[in-house]
């Protein structure tokens, strides 16, 4: 199935068992970005009402059938969305939740300044059933901002661990840039140095690289949970063949699994086309 090479057969043996193909549903958008969502899930909206507005399109996303813990792992949730309970709406269909906990990013593509120990302290004080772990997204624009980014992703991995939740650090390269596949490289030989000698698991969220199994050797790193793709702006089809031509990773989407999602839909044609998504994503981890 791969080149990949293991120093012993407990290597191998770990690498297998940890291999899980469900996917992570990213269900994270702040209030910058809700607006577009509802825009695309064509459903009008006010300043004062888009956060409940998104919060019904969710829990209409994870009522369907096939949102399920057979296909997904865990989701990625906004604060707001944890506030209303949707930890445990998770929890009782077996699924774990991650909290966004970054503020964005500066203008140079850094995570911006933001309350780290009190968010992290909201994460674990007992809200309901226990959250996983945390997601934070920088997003690499040029090739000398790949140290810098990384060095700060794991600065704050650290801290996360501390508070016994599984950090995703998600060093974005955007699937439009010019210099994507040289950025891509200099990424790789980055997390390699980043990663060795830790005494803690991360997830890594990547852009679906453009030289397939790029990234493959980092799924047998001790300090690697687990790699998951990025859909990027990628659509459902685009990600999903990205997808699977990359072997040992699984999905982390967000717009490509709710593609073609509208509120005018009757239940039957939301569960079906929300149902095609979840197939083709799940279909792209098997191949």
């Known amino acids: 199935m791969s080149d990949l090479k293991f120093t012993t057969a407990g290597d191998f043996l770990e690498s297998q068992t940890r291999y899980d193909a469900r996917f992570i549903a990213a269900m994270d958008h ?3 970005s809700t607006g577009g969502v509802l825009e ?3 459903r009008e909206y006010t300043e004062e009402n888009k956060m409940d507005r998104v919060h019904e399109m969710r829990m209409r996303m994870v009522n369907s059938p096939d949102f399920n813990d057979t296909n997904v792992w865990a989701a990625i949730l906004y604060k707001d969305t944890v506030t209303r309970g949707m930890v445990n709406e998770l929890a009782d ?3 774990d939740s991650f909290l966004k906990i970054d503020d964005g ?3 140079n593509g850094m995570l911006k300044q ?3 120990k009190q968010i992290l302290e909201f994460a674990t004080d007992g809200l309901g059933e226990p959250i996983y772990g945390t997601k934070m997204r920088s997003i690499i624009k040029s090739i000398d901002m790949v140290e810098p980014i990384l060095k700060q992703q794991f600065t704050l991995a650290h801290t996360i661990q501390e508070y016994g939740l599984m950090p995703i650090v998600e060093p974005e390269v955007p699937i439009d840039h010019e210099d994507k596949e040289l950025i891509e490289h200099e990424l790789y030989d980055a997390l390699e140095k980043h990663l060795f000698g830790k005494d803690y698991q991360v997830i890594l ?3 679906p690289p453009e030289v397939p199994n790029l990234y493959h050797n980092l799924t ?3 300090s690697v949970n687990r790699i998951v793709f990025l859909s990027g702006g990628y659509a459902t089809a685009e990600a999903c063949r990205r997808l699977s031509m990359n072997h040992d990773v699984t999905a982390s989407f967000s717009r490509a699994l709710s593609e073609g999602l509208n509120h005018n839909q009757t239940d039957a044609e939301f569960n079906a086309k929300i ?3 979840i197939r083709m994503i799940v279909d792209a981890t098997s191949r």
């Open 205 to 207: 969220k990547l852009t």
């Open 93 to 95: 269909k077996g699924i």
């Open 220 to 222: 047998s790193k001790h």
């Open 30 to 32: 702040s209030g910058g």
């Open 40 to 42: 695309r899930y064509g």
């Open 275 to 277: 149902s095609q998504n």
């Open 114 to 116: 933001f309350p780290v």
């Open 105 to 107: 990013c500066e203008e």
